[in-house]
């Protein structure tokens, strides 16, 4: 009967029989054999916790994400064209909407297009925010106001959003992640309206301004308007994107500073293509030749399409959220603590606090 019992029962057997301790009796041994032994110790100490990078990425395709953009300045820079340049699409609200005729509006009326953009199985909802009639008419006091008053609005909606008690699993993004304020090319220094929009705008939004139409300038006289631009920042203490104190370590210090001596990006916008040595290219056709919208000799519409999407379009969300919608809610918050209210009792202003 005992030459039946399988070798490892045998040895239970004898355990038991001998009423001992089974760890001082029987030596650990390995039944998989002796090539085991032989496994990278790397392998034996890995985890895995780099595919959770991998995880993020397949949910990221499958939801996509949302990117708002709003456009600022008079009639006449490029807006609408800078905008299908920036995305290689008609994004524009001129571009998407039929017989569309431009007109001088009496005040500043907010229209915004939306659109779903894919590229490589990643899906992005692009909304475009244009701001037609800003700083069109005689008389521009307070041309500013509508504006602000939208991007508080949009702050609104998505607090109210998540202080319901039955908030969604998703809260829609409306929040304007970045503000682009075109400057008319005068080679001159920042108009009154520039500078106060722009101080307004910077505490509640990421500014990008640029040089419209910037092949209407020499490069000399590019160079020469940037540093009247950027004293006028400066002295006026306007905030514009990306700002110096939101720099995460030295490795974002060095990157930023390349692009904060740039600001404001001197660029050209067309749907155009034209041959040059054989090869298509987006550009603008003159008598003395093409100016090529993405030859960085010719102007700096790259620097300004990398900022807005290549390197830093996350990083404009993050400090939507993170800086200009926290500020927004804890002084919401602290409004009603204040004022013993709840938050269907106070209004959106159009100026900087919220009353």
Not at 11 to 33: A, I, L, Y
Not at 52 to 59: S, T
Not at 315 to 337: A, C, P, Q
């Amino acid at each position: 009967m005992r030459e039946d019992i399988p070798q490892r029962l045998k040895t239970q057997v004898q355990m038991e029989e001998n009423d001992t301790d089974p760890t001082e009796q029987v030596p650990c041994t390995n039944d998989s054999g002796p090539e085991d032994h032989t496994q990278d110790h790397a392998t034996l100490n890995y985890v895995g916790i780099e595919a959770v990078l991998d995880q993020m990425r397949r949910k990221a395709m499958k939801t996509g994400f949302e990117f708002n953009i709003m456009v600022v300045g008079q009639s006449g820079l490029g807006k609408s064209t800078l905008m299908n340049t920036l995305f290689k699409s008609k994004v524009s609200r001129k571009s998407c909407t039929p017989n569309y005729e431009e007109k001088i509006q009496k005040t500043v009326h907010l229209q915004s297009v939306s659109h779903v953009i894919e590229e490589k199985g990643v899906k992005m909802k692009l909304t475009v925010i244009d701001t037609p009639g800003f700083g069109d008419q005689i008389d521009n006091d307070n041309c500013w106001e509508p504006i602000v008053k939208y991007i508080n609005e949009q702050y609104e909606k998505f607090l109210r959003e998540e202080l319901s008690i039955n908030r969604k699993r998703r809260i829609p993004d409306t929040r304007v992640h970045c503000c682009v304020y075109f400057l008319p090319p005068t080679g001159h220094c920042l108009r009154p309206i520039d500078i106060e929009f722009l101080k307004r705008l910077g505490e509640i939004v990421s500014i990008v301004p640029v040089i419209a139409k910037a092949d209407t300038l020499t490069i000399e006289e590019r160079q020469e308007f940037r540093k009247k631009i950027q004293h006028d920042l400066q002295a006026n203490e306007i905030r514009v994107y990306p700002q110096r104190e939101y720099d995460e370590d030295a490795e974002d210090r060095i990157l930023n500073d390349k692009i904060r001596e740039k600001i404001p990006f001197a660029v050209v916008g067309t749907d155009r293509e034209h041959q040059v040595n054989g090869n298509k290219v987006l550009g603008r056709k003159t008598k003395w030749g093409i100016i090529e919208v993405e030859n960085v000799a010719h102007c700096e519409f790259t620097n300004f399409r990398d900022l807005l999407i290549r390197s830093h379009l996350q990083d404009l969300k993050d400090v939507t959220h993170n800086i200009h919608y926290e500020t927004y809610r804890v002084r919401r918050l602290n409004d009603s603590n204040v004022n013993g209210l709840g938050l269907s009792s106070l209004s959106i202003t159009t100026g900087e606090n919220v009353l």
